[in-house]
């Protein structure tokens, strides 16, 4: 089979592989879709390859990995030691990308990403979802629910289901007003999440067309960061006191900083946004208004399969998300077309 293998300097190729074979305790996903998350364009723009799995935190050998780590799609076929109650023959699943010791107690928790054994992020030091088969431990899987499709379920395995563990470390509720900064994918997902949970959200972005389907997603207002002060917006918003509650999805420096100011005394500052560094004036942007803040990443199993069933019992519209879809042929094209658009998301389909 060929999978997508990122080369760095914005190139890549759809490289031969063997079809993956199930070891004990694995199954074959035989993939329907797999989506393009912001934190590939860190390999894909990387310098030379592997830079970008190290730079992300990642470790690992650099590959030649099968990119992709949104990957949705059914069970084709189980290793020795997989019940079929397990994962029974074509059932509907997504797959939560990270594989840890399986032991330890974050393992355990359905938390392999924070195994100190050392992990394998799929699409990225392990093989991943842009390719039309692969092979996972059958503790990754989490169910997709009927009501949902594979896209959707692509879009919740990492970017969606990211914005979703970040509303819920900032306990966000129909109580608050919310500054979601960067309207991206995790941006917009976080924007129409924090909507359904009933919350005020003000959308900051510097692009037109993000800021418009931030409003079509249920943000009350939007907020252009290159053409006015962002805080003194935001605190015009909120009668001169700060917003509750603020995430930043975009990594930018500045928007975390912005995001702290912005915040009203005993608020919550979320970050998810990937890399970079940000520099605080700790005491007047955070001690002298008893700021919480929560660093985010990814989400568990459990998680996974909350926000599945929350987007159906919701209604939130992540269809609209998906904006691009593309076959693996057209990977080049996709990726060239996600390093320089300015909205939606993308998501490779298979048949
Ligand atoms: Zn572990
Ligand atoms: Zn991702």
Known sequence: MRGVVFLGERELELRDFPDPRPGPG?????????GMCGSDLHPYRAS?????????????SGGPHIAGHEPCGVVAERGPGVLE????????????????????????????????????????TGHGGHAPHMVVPVSTLVPLPEELSF????AISCGTGTAYQALRRLDISGRDTLAVFGQGPVGL?????????GARIIAVDVGRERRELAQMFGADAVVDPAATD?????????????????????GSPDARVAAARATRTWGRVGFVGEGNQVTFDVSPDLLRRQLTLHASWTFSTL??????RFVVKRRVPLKRLLTHRFQ???AADAYRLFDTQTTGKGVFVFD
């Open 26 to 34: 694995e199954v074959v996903l035989a993939m329907k879709a797999s």
């Open 48 to 60: 030379r390859r592997g830079g970008a799995a190290q730079s992300l935190g990642l470790g690992g």
């Open 85 to 124: 109650a397990d994962a029974p023959t074509g059932a509907r699943v997504m797959n939560h990308h990270y594989k840890g010791c399986g032991h330890c107690k974050h393992c355990r928790a359905g938390w392999a990403q924070l195994c100190p054994r050392g992990i394998v992020v799929y699409g990225m």
């Open 151 to 154: 896209e959707e379920g692509a």
């Open 189 to 197: 997902s976080a924007t129409m999440l924090g909507a359904a949970m």
């Open 230 to 250: 962002v805080i003194a917006a935001l605190k015009a918003l909120t009668d001169g006191e700060g917003v509750d509650a603020a995430l930043d999805c975009s």
């Open 303 to 308: 998680l996974q399969e909350e926000c599945a």
């Open 328 to 330: 693996l042929s057209q």
